[in-house]
C-alpha cells in the first residue's frame, strides 16, 4: 500500500527554487503536465473544429468559392477559393485524427487524468514524473508532425482517419507524415498508460481502498488499459504501412493492382483487411477511451450537484470493467460489409450486443442517482446533465449499427457520423466541458462565471442537435459519408442534400456559442470569484488540497475513513462528508 | 414508420431490412421516452429548491434491473430471430449460378467496370498485364472463353425477378458497392473475389410508375473513400424483363466484333 505522502522524491524537490523552464516547461508536476496536456488539447479541439466549418461550407454551398478565407487556403488546395475534392478529404482524415488523437485524448486523460487522479488518490505526484514529461512531449512533437502536414507540397493526409489500404499505401498525399505522427501520438499513449496503472496500484493514500476509489480513477484505470492493450497493434501497423510507402513492402497489397492503367510493381501477397483487423483492434477500444473519461467526470459532477451517493456505484465499476474486457472483442463490428461469413458476424453482433448491457447500466445508473437528489444547477450540472440524454442518443443508434443486417443499408453513411458524434460532441465534449468547470478552481483558485457558463450551455446544446441530428435523417436516406459535393452527385441524396445548409449553419453557430466560454476561461484566471479548497462541498481528495494545489499537493497527512460519494448522510448537519477529514477539524 | 426516408425499395430482401431498421427504433424510441419522461421529471422534482434535502439512499426499487433484463431480451430477439438469419441468408444462401444471372463486377478509380461470360456462359481469363484503361480496362483475355464477354463502364443491366449473384473485387483501393434501393452494400476489395446477390423486383420502368418521375433512376454508389472523385463514383442499374434483358446483351454482343469497347450509354 502506499506510503505517506513524504516519501515520495517529488515533495523533496519542491523545497528548491526552479527555474522557469523546469516549472512551466519541462515539469515533472503531473498538475502542470495536466496543464499543459489540457491547453494543448482545447487548442487542437479548436483547429480541428475550424477545419470542419471549413468543410462544412463545402457541404453546404458545394463548389461555391469559400468566403473570406477561400483565397488564402492557396491554388493547389482551394483554387479561386473553390475547395479541390483532395482538399476536402485532407479536412476530413485530418479533422478526424486530430478530434480524437490530439483533442479529446489528450484532454480527457492526459488532462482531467493527469490533474485530477493523483489528487483524486490522494498522491503527492504521478508515480513517474518524468515519464510523465516525456508522454506529453511526445503527444506535442506528434502534433507538431500532424499540423505541420497541412504545409507539404502534396498536403496532409487524406485517407480518412482509418487509413485503409492499399488508399493509403499509394496515396500521394501526407500519408507517411500521418504515420510518423501517429507513433509519436501512441508512444506518447503508452507511456502515459503505464504510468496511470501504476500510480493508482502504488499510491493510493491510506485507507483508500479499491472500493472506496471515485469513479472518475476507475474510469482512468479501465482507460489506461485499453491504451496499453490495444495501441501496440496500431502502433505495429503503422511501422508497416509505413513500410509499405517508404521501403516498397507489401504488408497491405496484394496482387495484381492496376493503379491507373498501370500495374503497380511491388511484390505483393499482402492483405488490405489485415490493416483493418489491426485499426479496429485499436479503435474499437478507443472510442471507449474517449467515453470512459466523461463518464467518469460526469459521476463526479453529478454525486456532487445532487448531494446524494451514486447510485449503484459498486454495479457501475463491476460494468466499466466489463465493458472494459468486452471493447477487445467487438472491433470486426466495423468490418461487417468486407465480406464476412455468419460465423464472424454472429460471434462479433453477440459481443456488440452484449456489451450494449453495461453501457445500459452505466448511464441507468447516473439517471437513477439523481432520484431523490436535491439538484444544484450550477455550470458543470447543466454539461453533466446535458451529457446524459445525448450520449443516450449517441448509444441507441449504435444499435442497428451493431446488427449486421441492419447495417447493410447504414454502415458508411451519415447514420454513422451522426452516431458517433452523438458520442462524442455534446457526449464526451460536454462531460469535458463540466469537468473544466467543475476543476477550473482547483487548477487556478478561481471559479468561472455561471452567467457565460450558461450562455455557452443552451445555444451549445441547441446548435450540436442542429448539426448532428439532420444527419440521421440523411444517412436514412443512404447518403453516404466523405462526399466531397455533400452528396449532390446522387438522386437518392440529393432529396436531404438541403439538410446540409441547416447543420452547416448549426455548425458555424456552434463556434459563436463557444465565444462565451473562451472568454469566460482567460477571464477567470485572473478575475474569476475567489475560490477556497472545497468551493462545491465535495467529499473526494482533491478538494483537500489548497487551490491551487502547491508542488506535491497536500500540506497535510491523509488517511480516508470512507467512501467516495458520502453526501447528506443521515443524522449528521452537514450535507458532505470527506474521504478524509480536514487537519483543521 | 421510417419507410418514408429510406430510397424506394426493389429488391427481394428489402422489406425485411426495412422492417428491422423499423423495428429497432421503436425500441430506441421507448428507451428514450422512457428515460427521458424520468429525467424530465426527476430534474423538476428534485430540484435544491423543492427538495432542499436530499436522500441518502434514493431509489429503492428493482425496476431498472428489470428494465435492463427487458433491454437485453429485445436486443436478443432482434439478433436471434432477425439479423442473424437475415445474415445467413444473405452470405450463405446463394442461389446456385445456373438459375441466376451471373455477373462480375471490377472497382477502380472511380468507375464501375460490368462484366458479362457471354453467350458460352463462361467467364473468360482476365491479366493485369492486359489492361488498356480505354480499350480493355478489366484486362480481358479475348482468346478463349473470353472471346464472346461483354463489358461496359458504370451500366449494370439486370433481368427483373431473377436472382442475381455479383461477383465483386477491385483493381486497386477498396471501393463499397452501394445499391441503395436494393438494400446491398458489399465492400470491393482487390485480392479477393466477393459474391453478393439479391433479387430485383420491380423493373426500372415499375419503379418509374410507382414514384412518379419518369427520370428515376436506380444507382450505384460508391460507399467506401477510394480517393478524391470518390464522391462521383456513380453507376446505374437498369432492371428489365427478362425479354428486355435478352435483347439487350443481343445487341451488347453485336457490338463486339467493331472494336472491342461497348462503352456506350443506354
Ligand atoms: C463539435 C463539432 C463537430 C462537428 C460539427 C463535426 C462534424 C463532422 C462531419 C460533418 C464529419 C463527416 C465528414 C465527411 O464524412 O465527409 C465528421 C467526421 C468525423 N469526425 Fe467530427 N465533428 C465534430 C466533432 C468531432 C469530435 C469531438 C470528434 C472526436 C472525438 C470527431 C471525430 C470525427 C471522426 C473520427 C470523423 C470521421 C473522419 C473520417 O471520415 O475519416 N468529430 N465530423
Ligand atoms: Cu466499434
Ligand atoms: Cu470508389
Redesign the interface.
Known sequence: MAEPVQASPAHEEHHHEQSFWRKFIFSTDHKVIGVQYSVTGLAFLFFGFCLMMIMRWQLAYPGEPIPLIGSLLGENRAPGGIM???FY?ELGAMHGTIMVFLGVVPLAVGGFGNFVMPLQLGAPDMAFPRINMISYWCLFLGGVTMFASFFLPNGAA???WTS?S??AD??LNGQTAWLIGMIFLITSSLLGAVNFITTAVQLRAPGLTWMRLPFFCWAQIVTAFLLLLAFPPLEAAGVLQLMDRVAATSFFL????????E??EVSGGG???LWQHLFWFLAHPEVYVLILPAMGIVAEVIANN????L?GYRSMVYSLIFLGFMSFIVWAHHMF??????VM??FF??TT?II??PS??I???L???????????NTPMLFA?GF??MF??GG??G??LG????D??????YYVIGHFHYVVAPGTLFALFAGVYYWFPKVTGRKMNEFLGKLHFWPSLVFMNGVFFPMM?QG???V?R????G?I?????GEVAGLNRMMSVSAWCLAVAQIPFIINFFMSIRNGEKAGRNPWNSTTLEWLAPSPAPHGNFDQAIEVTRGPYE????GSDK?YAPQAEPAST | M?DA???AAASEHAG??DN??DA??Y??LV??IV??A??LY??MR???AR?????????KSKA?TV??VL??IA??V??LG???P???E???EIPSEADSTVVRVVA??FAWNVWYPGADGVFGEAD??L???ATNPI?LDRDGAGADDIWTVNQLHLPVDKAAIIHLTS????H?F?L??M?????A????S?PVWFVPTKTTVQIREETGNPD??Y?I????????????M?GFLTVHTEEEFQAWLDEEASYLGDSGTDDFFN
Not at chain 1, 447493410?408 to 453513411?413: C, G, K, R
Not at chain 1, 466523405?482 to 459535393?485: F, I
Not at chain 1, 453526501?567 to 443521515?570: A, E, G, I, T
Not at chain 2, 477510394?226 to 462521383?232: A, F, I, T, V
Request: charged share 15%.
Open positions: 479541390l475534392p483532395d478529404n487524406g485517407n480518412g485503409y492499399p488508399l499509394i496515396a496484394p496482387d495484381g493492382l492496376v493503379v491507373g492503367g500495374v503497380l492483405s488490405p483487411l445532487s448531494r446524494k451517493p447510485w460489409i468486407t465480406g464476412m461469413g455468419s458476424s454472429t453482433q453477440t450486443m450494449s448491457i445500459v447500466i448511464l441507468s445508473a439517471f437513477i442517482s439523481l432520484w431523490g437528489g436535491s439538484i444544484r444547477y446533465l446524459l440524454p443516450g442518443i441507441l443508434t444499435l442497428p446488427l449486421s443486417a441492419a447493410i443499408p447504414l454502415h458508411d453513411t435523417i436514412l436516406n443512404g453516404s466523405r462526399l466531397a459535393d452528396g452527385t446522387y438522386d437518392f441524396a453526501y447528506s448522510v443521515p450535507d | 421510417m426516408m429510406f430510397p425485411e431490412i428491422m431498421i429497432v427504433h425500441l430506441m428507451l428514450f428515460w427521458g424520468f429525467f426527476t430534474l428534485f430540484r435544491a427538495n432542499p434535502k436530499a436522500d441518502y439512499v434514493g431509489v431498472s428494465g435492463e433491454v437485453a436486443e436478443g432482434l439478433l432477425f439479423s442473424i437475415m445474415w445467413a444473405r452470405v450463405d477502380q478509380q493485369p498485364y489492361t488498356d484503361e484486362g483493381k486497386d483501393v477498396i463499397s452501394n441503395p434501393n438494400r446491398i452494400k458489399q465492400d476489395i482487390p485480392g479477393l466477393i428515376y433512376v444507382e454508389a460508391c460507399a467506401q473513400l477510394c480517393g478524391n472523385s470518390h464522391y462521383s456513380r
